[in-house]
T-cell receptor, first 111, second 116 residues
Framework: SQKIEQNSEALNIQEGKTATLTCNYTNYSPAYLQWYRQDPGRGPVFLLLIRENEKEKRKERLKVTFDTTLKQSLFHITASQPADSATYLCALHTSYGKLTFGQGTILTVHP | DTEVTQTPKHLVMGMTNKKSLKCEQHMGHRAMYWYKQKAKKPPELMFVYSYEKLSINESVPSRFSPECPNSSLLNLHLHALQPEDSALYLC???????????????FGSGTQLSVL
């Protein structure tokens, strides 16, 4: 069956450290993978999109990698801050027009 | 304007009520979506409108009835809901609205629905 899995339900780190979140997928061959941030009681906010032929993409303190051989994307936040605490969701189009989300990782950055 | 606006923010309704959720965007996006999100779960797709036509219905029960009056507006009409329908209902939009796999979605803040 097709699955999008984010291995950690929750991740706790100290301020200033790098947070690394994992997204694995099975039985898909996505051309693109997206990452979103969701705060409690709010809708997800788009962060980054990476193409299958891009190994890495960066935006400020965020970095995403995409390994189509391993069927995995890693999402890194460097120099993490308490304000980075949120749920992070990976997503990909599992069929035409349908964006499907992983179950999310709750990141907590402690001061 | 890069916002998707949803009203109301909160809604409590009984199982015999009829209510509507509203969503509006002025970004010129031609695809609009309804997602349902239960607590501690990811958003799950319900409906997609592309160029004001319903293109995807994820086998949603008929007590949920979507409507797209024009390219900026999306409604979700609710009737005879069950308590298990209580959730956060999210509206989203995207451009160009053709369902291509690199379309990013812009979400509203959602309507928190409680069915008593």
């Amino acid at each position: 069956s097709q699955k999008i899995e984010q291995n950690s339900e929750a991740l706790n780190i100290q301020e200033g450290k790098t947070a690394t979140l994992t997204c694995n997928y099975t039985n898909y061959s996505p051309a693109y993978l997206q990452w979103y941030r969701q705060d409690p009681g709010r809708g997800p906010v788009f962060l980054l999109l990476i193409r299958e032929n891009e190994k890495e993409k960066r935006k400020e303190r965020l970095k995403v990698t995409f390994d189509t051989t391993l069927k995995q994307s890693l999402f890194h936040i460097t120099a993490s801050q308490p304000a980075d605490s949120a749920t992070y969701l990976c997503a990909l189009h599992t069929s035409y027009g349908k964006l499907t989300f992983g179950q999310g990782t709750i990141l907590t950055v402690h001061p | 304007d890069t916002e998707v606006t949803q009203t109301p923010k909160h809604l409590v309704m009984g199982m015999t009520n009829k209510k509507s959720l509203k969503c509006e965007q002025h970004m010129g996006h031609r695809a609009m979506y309804w997602y349902k999100q239960k607590a501690k779960k990811p958003p799950e797709l319900m409906f997609v409108y592309s160029y004001e036509k319903l293109s995807i219905n994820e086998s949603v029960p008929s007590r949920f009835s979507p409507e797209c009056p024009n390219s900026s507006l999306l409604n979700l009409h609710l009737h005879a809901l069950q308590p298990e329908d209580s959730a956060l209902y999210l509206c989203a939009s995207s451009q160009p609205g053709t369902g291509t796999k690199n379309e990013k979605l812009f979400f509203g803040s959602g309507t928190q629905l409680s069915v008593l």
